[in-house]
């Protein structure tokens, strides 16, 4: 690999402006993260890509709010815009637990440090620089300004809020990915249009000035939904926001969405279509050092980096549409997948880096099996405004072949210098069920299993069922447990045919809403008999944008408007999450009193029954509690930054 210099990177300093020969900046960047030259990092990616267009690019990564703020205005103005990201994750999960406690570890800071990267990051940076540059744009983006661009539920501060364009003073959000409405940006930009001006980008939201003229689009149909003021006074009013949200997120011809806050008018305009294969392998393809700043390299390792240094990410979107996670209302319902020879071409750059071994740690995406799959006939997919191509049911259009994956792992194997290549992204095990997903070829899901079993496993599958009661998982917008029992059957008879002595690892939820106390002790004792000692357990954190959180602060379901229960206290969520531990000696007597009062002897006899001689095949104490638990939604972009034996 070819030596780098400092000038390989993006400039974070005067210096390395200076080396650069620049004289001005076209736009700086500030974030939440550490400056990791890499596609896996949305800083890495959207200053990669400005530059691509030319444009003279710095990074200010974390800068200081506590001093006299010198890291805002040490680079001066730029001469377009500031752009500002909270970072990879949303910075109240970076910065607390599930319990509002203060985590010990940034993923995305070196050596894990805390205390580099501000609560609402993103409107904190975007404030300090319209108060020091009045005159200069700020746009905001990344998954905190994405998720929080309309009335939202904040459970660190519990209040409704409003758009984070109100907090932030920001001049315009891009919402989702970037690039595409970067691109039409800097494009009128460079045209000479003005800032100001420019209102009618697919994929962006403003906040109009009372009296300001409403941008003109007739290609566009308008929507209005609940004004902010009306959501502070009435819960129900709010729910029956988020499913206009929603549906217009996720269709191909949406309409423009606007919401009164105070005096101004919140726009939000439709996303733009899904990246295409040759958009996405463009983005992929941009010259990334593919590591961390130099700066960084006394200060220790950064964990976020560390975790996906050797994995490829081959696919962005997720057709789950689960009711607790965001991804979809991030990256989008349809799948946007790199071409075959893009990823062989990572493959190639990061087998050729000096410290790789041989090993890739995941060729995978939000969910590892969604690569390549889409509708098989398009029209149908453009007027569908289901949230979930799988729930309640497999959709008859979508195409689940995973003949294309298949194809891909042997590929990647092939190359010389991997020797295994590792699945460590989830995977959706529903779609792998001939009885659920009923229009895919049995051989072929059986095949894509034993694919990953045989050579794409290192000793654990990870799986997310998440729950065993029936209504909870359709409120989730997951199957039935049936069919991970089915799924199951089917795992070990691979185990069995081939020898492998796998463990089946899920992943389980609690206190999400439509849950009670009986059907954390129903899941208790089926997984139990199952033969399973969960591990991998959290309890359920709401998080901007998503159905579930809608219902617990609310109460209401936003599709239907019924009442919905939700556990909400702490007594409640620890009640619920001491079920997973039943095998604790701490936990017995209470387990025994609770389920004594339900009436659920039966459940008592499997749980606790005398001269209980149940072993788990590898015993091992539970890796995560309630307290540290990383909510399900931004599970795969959260390090893990404890030993190898610690990670999930």
């Given at each position: 690999m070819q030596e780098l210099k400092l000038s390989d990177w993006l400039p974070t300093t005067n210096k390395e402006v200076k080396i650069r020969g620049w004289e001005a900046l076209d736009v700086i960047l500030f974030s939440g993260d550490a400056y990791v030259d890499h596609p896996s990092f949305g800083p890495a990616v959207i200053g990669r890509i400005l530059e691509s267009y030319g444009l003279r690019v710095a990074v200010v990564p974390q800068p200081n709010v506590n001093d006299n703020l010198q890291d805002f205005v040490k680079l001066g103005a730029p001469k377009l815009f500031f752009g500002v990201t909270g970072g990879c994750m949303d910075p109240m999960i970076s910065n607390y637990n599930a319990n509002k406690k203060r985590r010990d570890k940034d993923a995305y800071t070196p050596n894990g440090d805390i205390g580099f990267r501000p609560d609402y990051a993103t409107t904190v940076y975007s404030?300090?620089?319209?108060?020091?540059?009045?005159?200069?744009?700020?746009?905001?983006?990344?998954?905190?300004?994405?998720?929080?661009?309309?009335?939202?539920?904040?459970?660190?501060?519990?209040?409704?809020?409003?758009?984070?364009?109100?907090?932030?003073k920001a001049d315009m959000l891009v919402y989702g990915m970037g690039e595409q409405p970067l691109r039409e940006v800097v494009r009128l930009l460079q045209k000479g249009v003005p800032f100001s001006s420019i209102t009618t980008i697919k994929q962006t939201a403003l906040l109009l000035d009372k009296g300001a003229k409403i941008p003109k689009n007739s290609h566009w149909e308008d929507v209005e939904i609940v004004s902010h003021e009306t959501c502070l006074k009435d819960g129900k009013a709010f729910a029956s926001n988020f499913k206009t949200i929603e549906q217009e997120s996720n269709k191909l011809a949406a309409r423009r969405i606007f919401q009164k806050v105070g005096e101004k008018t919140l726009m939000i305009n439709p996303?733009?279509?899904?990246?295409?294969?040759?958009?996405?392998?463009?983005?992929?393809?941009?010259?990334?050092?593919?590591?961390?700043?130099?700066?960084?390299?006394?200060?220790?390792?950064i964990p976020a980096f560390e975790m996906i240094k050797f994995s490829i990410n081959i696919h962005r979107g997720c057709f789950g549409g689960c009711s607790f996670c965001t991804i979809s209302a991030h990256q989008g319902k349809f799948i946007a997948s790199r071409s075959q020879e893009s990823i062989l071409r990572e493959v190639d750059t990061v087998a050729n880096m000096p410290d790789f071994k041989g090993y890739l740690s995941d060729i995978g995406g939000p969910s590892a099996n969604m690569y390549k799959m889409k509708g098989k006939v398009q029209s149908i997919c453009d007027k569908c405004v289901a949230p979930s191509c799988i729930s309640p049911v497999i959709c008859s259009n979508l195409d689940t072949s995973h003949k294309p994956l298949t194809k891909l792992y042997q590929a990647?194997?092939?190359?010389?210098?991997?020797?295994?290549?590792?699945?460590?992204?989830?995977?959706?095990?529903?779609?792998?069920?001939?009885?659920?997903?009923?229009?895919?070829?049995?051989?072929?899901?059986?095949?894509?299993?034993?694919?990953?079993?045989?050579?794409?496993?290192?000793?654990?599958?990870?799986?997310?069922?998440?729950?065993?009661?029936?209504?909870?998982?359709?409120?989730?917008?997951?199957?039935?447990?049936?069919?991970?029992?089915k799924f199951k059957e089917r795992f070990d008879k691979i185990n069995i045919k081939k020898n492998l002595k796998l463990q089946l690892i899920p992943y389980f939820i609690s206190n999400h809403p439509a849950c009670e106390v009986e059907d954390m002790a129903n899941l208790a004792a089926e997984t139990k008999d199952m033969g399973f000692q969960l591990e991998q357990v959290q309890g359920f954190t709401p998080t901007p944008m998503t159905v579930a959180t809608v219902i617990y602060y609310s109460g209401y379901h936003p599709y239907t408007l019924k009442k919905v229960k939700t556990p909400k206290t702490r007594k409640e969520k620890d009640e619920q999450h001491r079920f997973f531990f039943w095998y604790k000696k701490e936990n017995k007597d209470w387990i025994r009193r609770t389920l004594n009062k339900l009436g659920r002897q039966d459940l008592l006899k499997v749980l606790l029954p005398e001269n209980d001689k149940w072993r788990k095949n590898k015993p091992g104490k539970p890796k995560h509690t309630f307290d540290d638990a990383i909510p399900f939604n931004q599970r795969k972009n959260k390090a893990k930054f404890k030993s190898k034996k610690k990670r999930r």
């Open positions: 404030k300090i620089l319209k108060e020091k540059w009045p005159e200069v744009p700020v746009l905001i983006g990344g998954i905190e300004a994405s998720l929080r661009r309309v009335t939202h539920y904040d459970y660190w501060s519990d209040k409704l809020m409003p758009t984070i364009l109100e907090s932030s996303p733009y279509p899904t990246m295409t294969e040759e958009e996405i392998d463009a983005s992929f393809d941009l010259p990334y050092t593919r590591l961390p700043h130099p700066k960084y390299n006394k200060r220790g390792p990647v194997d092939s190359h010389p210098k991997v020797k295994k290549s590792f699945i460590g992204s989830g995977i959706r095990h529903d779609m792998l069920v001939p009885e659920f997903n009923k229009n895919a070829d049995a051989k072929e899901l059986d095949d894509y299993t034993e694919e990953v079993m045989t050579k794409h496993v290192s000793g654990r599958l990870k799986v997310a069922p998440e729950h065993t009661s029936d209504p909870v998982l359709k409120l989730m917008r997951k199957p039935s447990f049936t069919y991970f029992h």
